[in-house]
Structures are given as structure tokens and as C-alpha cells.
């Protein structure tokens, strides 16, 4: 396997601020991507040409998803809340959620209209993806909630935290069905398989780890990474597993065998990857305001 790279969109200046998030379009013909300045930038994701952008948010992104069939798009920051934004015209809806501290991460679930958002103080929220008001509020861990993943139903919802806890709920009850396992390293990073059967958890001293839901003694490492894993994401065959980390480096691994196919060496540290549900391309950021697009030979 071999990558191409094309640095996609690069906004203009000596030091732009880093992207923080980025979200593909349901139909790949656009990406919006979040900044450490609270903006949010519409990318073509053909030309690299910025569409527009947003303004409204107070601080850092911390996480973006196209809702509503690609029109409109959900983000989150650090100023502790999360809004709606317009994909056509760039104007905010009036609906605010108010978190209880800072927006670490959003998890969205389109058929059941729902969102989960998890903050610092390890507050959840489930809200309604329509008007952003609050359905529960959730104590589910003692710090920061990293990253969420609804399964495919939309009738569970895992979460993972700095506590290392992995925890899997029951969105009936807002009752936890499982702790799913705890690790004494922070997790920064998940992803879901397709199937809602593993978990891919990249934590803060280099390893990812694959966990089987049921059974948490099932689980292996995939080692490579040096430093922080600050985001993975599964393509959209379920085949490959991207991870980036703030080693520097971009790798893709095999899900069937879990071994690793292609390293790639960066000059700065990955904060966000996305795949591209048409073209199967897979996209990067990093700390110097880049977006990259990477093509696979096979």
C-alpha cells in the first residue's frame, strides 16, 4: 500500500491556527474543519477552496458533525457549548446547548435524533439533534469524557474518559449496561467497528488497544505510535483503521489481521482524521492549520 499525499487547504499567513476537528459531508463533497480560534471553515473538498466560514463560538472547536442529511452541521468548543449551523448559508440557529464545563466530545445518532455530549468534569449530556435541548443529564465519569460512539441503533451509547474507564449505557434508562474496562492511562482517542462489536481506544502514551464489547478480555494491542493518540477513525469499508498521533506520524492498519500496512511521517503532530464516504480518500489535520488528503493505491 502506498499513500499519495496533496495538502488539500492551508489558509493563508506565517502561522494559521491549528484544526482541531474535522467532519466529511455525508455526500464527500464537502469538509467542515474547527480551529483553536473557535472558527469554522466549509472546505470543497475537489478544489480545497474555503466556501465560507463561521464565526460564534467563544473558543477552541472541540468536535463537528454534519446533521440532517449533510445541511446542517453540530459543533462543540470549549466555551461550553454546542450549536447549529446552517451548511448552505453559514447562519446559526438560535437553539444553544449549555454545558456544565467544556465540550471534550459530540456523538450524534441521525435516525433517532439524538446527540451525547461529554464535557471536562465528566458531565454527559443527551439532547435532542432538533432543537439542542437537554434529555438527560448523565454523571458518567470523574474527568474528561474524550470521546463518545452511539452503536448503530442508536439504543446504546459508550463512552471513554481520561479515568480510563470505558463504559457502555443503556439510552433507555441512562443506566450503564457494562464498564466495559478501565486502564490506568488517559484515552484520548475511539472508534467504533462498523458492526458495534470492538472498540479501537488510542491512548495518551502511544498504544491502541482493541476491545471486544462483550468481552473485554479479548483485546490486543497495536503498537507503533510514540506519543498521544489523538484520533483514529475506521474507513467507511470497514477494513482499515487510520491513527494519527502526535508523534508525527499517520498510520494505517488492517482490521482483519490488526497489523500495521503504512507509516507515514509528518513534520507536525495530527489532531484529527476523516474518511470520505464516496472516494474512500482520508483526510488529515495537524498542529500547522494543514489539511491533507491522502490517496491509497489499493
Known amino acids: 500500500m502506498t499513500l499519495e ?10 502561522r494559521p491556527p491549528p484544526i482541531t476537528h474535522i467532519a466529511v459531508s455525508p455526500k464527500g463533497n464537502r469538509i467542515v474543519c474547527g480551529t483553536t480560534d473557535a472558527r469554522i471553515v466549509i472546505i470543497n473538498s475537489k478544489t480545497g477552496k474555503a466556501i465560507r466560514a463561521m464565526n460564534g463560538h467563544e473558543s477552541l472547536i472541540s468536535s463537528l458533525s454534519f446533521i440532517q442529511g449533510g445541511s446542517h452541521i453540530l459543533s462543540s468548543s470549549w466555551d461550553a457549548t454546542a450549536r447549529i449551523w446552517s451548511s448552505t448559508n453559514g447562519t446559526q440557529d438560535d437553539a444553544v446547548l449549555n454545558h456544565s464545563s467544556e465540550i471534550k466530545s459530540l456523538a450524534v445518532h441521525s435516525e433517532s435524533s439524538k446527540g451525547a455530549a461529554g464535557a471536562r468534569d465528566g458531565l454527559l449530556k443527551i439532547f435532542s439533534l432538533n432543537s439542542l435541548k437537554c434529555i438527560r443529564n448523565v454523571a458518567a465519569h470523574q474527568k474528561d469524557i474524550s470521546a463518545l460512539a452511539f452503536t448503530s441503533d442508536g ?4 463512552t471513554a474518559s481520561w479515568d480510563g474507564w470505558v463504559k457502555l449505557w443503556d439510552l433507555s434508562s441512562y443506566e450503564i449496561l457494562k464498564n466495559v474496562m478501565r486502564q490506568k492511562e488517559r484515552i484520548r482517542s475511539m472508534a467504533l467497528s462498523p458492526d458495534d462489536s470492538r472498540v ?35 474507513d467507511p ?36 482524521l476523516g474518511w470520505n464516504p464516496k472516494t474512500l480518500e482520508l483526510y488529515s489535520t495537524d498542529f500547522s492549520g494543514s489539511l491533507i488528503s491522502w490517496k491509497m493505491d489499493n
Do not use: C, M
Not at 499525499?5 to 506565517?14: D, E, F, I, M
Not at 439504543?155 to 459508550?158: E, G, H, K, S, T
Not at 478480555?217 to 503498537?223: A, F, I, M, Q, S
Open 5 to 14: 499525499k496533496n495538502v488539500l487547504y492551508r489558509p493563508s499567513g506565517q
Open 200 to 234: 479501537y481506544l488510542g491512548f495518551h502514551n502511544g498504544i491502541i488497544r482493541s476491545v471486544l464489547l462483550e468481552n473485554a478480555r479479548d483485546k490486543t494491542e497495536l503498537n507503533g505510535h510514540k506519543d498521544i493518540v489523538s484520533a483514529l477513525a475506521i
Open 237 to 272: 469499508t470497514g477494513r482499515l483503521l487510520a491513527s494519527g498521533s502526535w508523534d508525527r506520524t499517520l498510520r494505517i492498519w488492517d482490521i482483519a489481521s490488526e497489523k500495521e500496512l503504512q507509516t507515514q511521517k509528518l513534520g507536525t503532530g495530527i489532531s484529527a
Open 155 to 158: 439504543l446504546r451509547l459508550i
